[in-house]
């Protein structure tokens, strides 16, 4: 069984369930999320940036220049996904499906809550075409609404480090819903079985296009929740709510 959030997650990015894999996972997202994908070689920040500036959007996308796997930059409910086509297809394959995984969860889920929160009269503020009201801002809601352009980088080596706690939650979960889209947790459990972590890590690159890396974590991941919960006399005494 699915978490809550990651069954919402899956149905607010409008794919279907994939019928054949590796999935071709680029196809799907432009024609039905509506978004652009770009694809550069040596993929920077400042590519990013540069790309942006061609057309008329100046917007800070990194404090230093550094390579990049991928990059997702929202507006308006709509995207533009950058990939680094020197990198291998599976790689790419997982990069796309991680900045899709942005896009749902930090862009159109965010603002979905926010129009159902305060109406179409916050639309608007969400395009930064109008301030904020007094009032929207003293909401509690209001801090989750993306606004205007979000930028959200899929980072690379030492100096792509995530500092803070926020920032890697955020990273865990769109990991966790790339791979529910390139690898729905149930065909992935049924292609586990009851084969050792590493040769089912294998089983799982082959069959959906994952990097050995990748698949290696998603094993791990799904093997951890077929494991018993540890024991608990709170939980056994029904004093544990968690």
Known sequence: MTEHWLEEAVAASRLPAPQVFPRNLASEVERRLGVTLVARPQLTSDSVRDWLAQRHFRHRVAETSRRLFGCMVARRGRAVLFLDSTDSLDEQRFTLAHEVAH????????????LSVFGESIRPVLDKTRSPTPAEKLSSHFSQIPIGIQVKLMERGPSGAIRSTQVLHSERRADRLAYELLA???LAQETLGDRPEEEGALELAGRFGLTHSAAREYAQMLLLHRRPPRFSLARMLGGDRR
Not at 103 to 114: E, I, T
């Open 103 to 114: 896009f749902v969860l930090d862009h159109l889920l965010p603002r979905r809550w926010a």
């Open 184 to 186: 729905p947790s149930t």
